[in-house]
């Protein structure tokens, strides 16, 4: 089973932006689509933003035109740019490859919008 290991959370105020990072190993991660999940304090993990193997991506409707993800398949890691955040953006922030079960959960990245 692969790894994924998640970094570039911070604390934040409104408006600010973070760039996260997902580097993973194990796998041919190039044939993956590739996610970012967010877990708010008391809510279940959702699903924020995926790119699919030929790079097309696909955001859920309160992150559209803020955040961007891309992916680059020379070094296994997946970007998240998260520009104009919100303190509803706050939560842990998760990667994974949606729907395939290949690689284990990591330990997520902190991320924190508060004046």
């Known amino acids: 089973q692969g790894q994924l290991v998640e970094s570039g959370g911070g604390l934040v105020k409104p408006g600010g932006s973070l760039r996260l990072s997902c580097q993973a190993t194990g796998g041919i991660f190039a044939l993956y689509a590739m996610g970012w999940y967010r877990q708010a304090a008391g809510k279940e993990r959702e699903l924020v933003a995926h790119?699919?193997?030929?790079?097309?991506?696909v955001y859920t409707d309160s992150v559209k035109g803020r955040f961007t993800i891309s992916r680059d398949n020379t070094k296994n890691t997946v970007y998240l740019q998260m520009n104009s955040l919100e303190p509803e953006d706050s939560g842990v922030y998760y990667c994974?490859?949606?729907?395939?079960?290949?690689?284990?959960w990591g330990q997520g990245t902190q991320v924190t919008v508060s004046s």
């Open positions: 994974n490859a949606p729907g395939s079960g290949y690689y284990s």
């Open positions: 790119i699919t193997s030929g790079f097309g991506a």
